[in-house]
């Protein structure tokens, strides 16, 4: 029996030591964590069923020698967050809306992630004063933007003082209107989420979102919706988004479930994600026509309340696009074919 430790696992020698990588499998591990980050939280290890070598916990944080291999259609930076960063820590894709990338750490490394090659210890770290600065007056000169995403790494290691001066400084633009923080600490931390921190979310005049990402509906434990909840309570509006992801939640039952516990913990679905073509993720991607079915199957097995939207990120930065999941298909002039949960067509005219 395993002793649960009460700290991060951050080594191939830590998951060595937790029974979740064989004393076999030490080189191809050390060569992973050579490239990229790992941590596996206390509150995930605490999830991880180590008698099956399936399990979706372990495989979204467990590192895998499959990453060391590359496809040719992978990027480093598969969104292109690099041909949209006007300055140090900004990317400005969209006109009414910026991401501010404040800090290159997460509280785990997930071995799926779209910013692989920036985030972790060895990635592109925490802002410099002066690189704040430059952010905050990009977002002040240009009065378009209503919208700051705060997205890193995840936004939620940083203490609650250093929170709060971003909310504070935020709040002296006028034209920002909605802050949006992107994480997974409610989940992988959730005894993070106190009353100083979620004080800190909120800035006066400013409306707060908290977008959680989340992968799997075992990750939405009584201790993660109680933080959530925490949140909430606070006045700040929750959505999700979630990662498509093989043999983690690509299964209709599953995600249903997991969209389920969202809207019960009070969250409203909002992004599942077509896998990113990061580089050494080829063994998490499905094909659209998977993802489509999945999406398509949701349709009549759980509310509408709890349907989310199924998005690619264009490669190359060009931003996101519905897929949908061709249940309307326009077949003249005004005319569509529409296509029921059962799989019964009907012909509709506007
Ligand atoms: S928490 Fe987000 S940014 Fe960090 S490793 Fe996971 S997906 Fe990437």
Not at 162 to 174: C, G, N, S
Not at 251 to 273: C, G, N, Q, S
């Amino acid at each position: 029996m395993t002793a649960a430790p009460f700290r991060s696992l951050k080594s191939p020698q830590d998951l060595i030591e937790a029974d979740l990588v064989e004393a076999g499998q030490r080189d191809a591990v050390t060569e992973v964590a050579d490239r990229y980050a790992i941590a596996v939280t206390p509150a995930m290890l605490a999830l991880i069923d180590r008698d099956d070598p399936l399990d979706p916990i372990a495989l979204q944080f467990v590192p895998d020698g499959r990453e060391l291999l590359t496809v040719p259609q992978e990027r480093a930076d598969p969104i292109g967050d690099r041909a949209h960063s006007p300055v140090t820590g900004i990317v400005h894709r969209y006109p009414d809306r910026v991401l501010l990338k404040a800090v290159h750490v997460c509280p785990v490394y997930c071995r799926f992630c779209f910013r692989r090659e920036m985030v972790g210890p060895q990635g592109e770290g925490t802002l410099s004063a002066d690189e704040l600065d430059d952010a905050f007056a990009y977002i002040r000169e240009h009065s378009e933007i209503w919208e700051v995403i705060l997205t890193g790494g995840d936004p939620l290691v940083l203490s609650p003082r250093r929170l709060q001066a971003i909310m504070a400084r935020l709040a002296e633009i006028p034209h920002v209107k909605i802050v949006r923080f992107h994480t997974r600490v409610p989940v992988v931390e959730p005894a993070r989420i106190d009353a100083a921190l979620v004080a800190a979310l909120k800035a006066s005049g400013k409306v707060t979102y908290v977008a959680l990402h989340a992968n799997h509906p075992r990750e939405l434990t009584a201790e993660a919706r109680a933080a959530c909840a925490r949140i909430i309570d606070a006045g700040i509006v929750m959505i999700s988004q979630t990662v498509l992801l093989t043999a983690v939640n690509n299964d209709a039952d599953v995600l249903a479930e997991l969209m389920r516990a969202f809207v019960e913990t009070r969250i409203k679905p909002y992004y599942l994600h077509h896998p990113d073509l990061a580089p050494g993720t080829s063994h998490f991607r499905l094909s659209i026509e998977e993802g489509r079915a999945l999406v398509a199957a949701l349709r009549g097995k759980i509310s509408g309340l709890c349907q989310p939207t199924y998005i690619l990120d264009i490669p190359g930065g060009h931003g996101k696009a519905v897929i949908g999941d061709s249940t309307v298909e326009s077949v003249g002039e005004g005319c569509y074919s529409v296509a029921d949960w059962r799989g019964g067509v009907h012909e509709y005219r506007d």
